[in-house]
């Protein structure tokens, strides 16, 4: 019963993601949007020991 709802559930996803209405090509971030997320990954610093990762954000 759980993998018929699991499939069934698979198939609606597939058709509500492969609509060609829902891919738009007009993007437009914001100025705001595009200095936040560049001033952002410059102050994140990913902090490898042993087999952890740490991600640290340098203000």
């Not at 090509?25 to 936040?36: A, G």
Request: hydrophobic fraction near 45%; aromatic fraction near 10%.
């Amino acid at each position: 019963m759980a993998r018929y709802i699991t499939i069934k559930h698979f198939h609606s996803m597939a058709k509500i993601y492969s609509k060609k209405a829902l891919a738009s090509k007009d993007l437009k971030p914001k100025k705001e949007v595009i200095s936040f997320l560049l001033s952002y990954s410059q102050a994140l610093k990913v902090v490898k020991i042993d087999n952890k990762s740490f991600e640290i954000i340098a203000n």
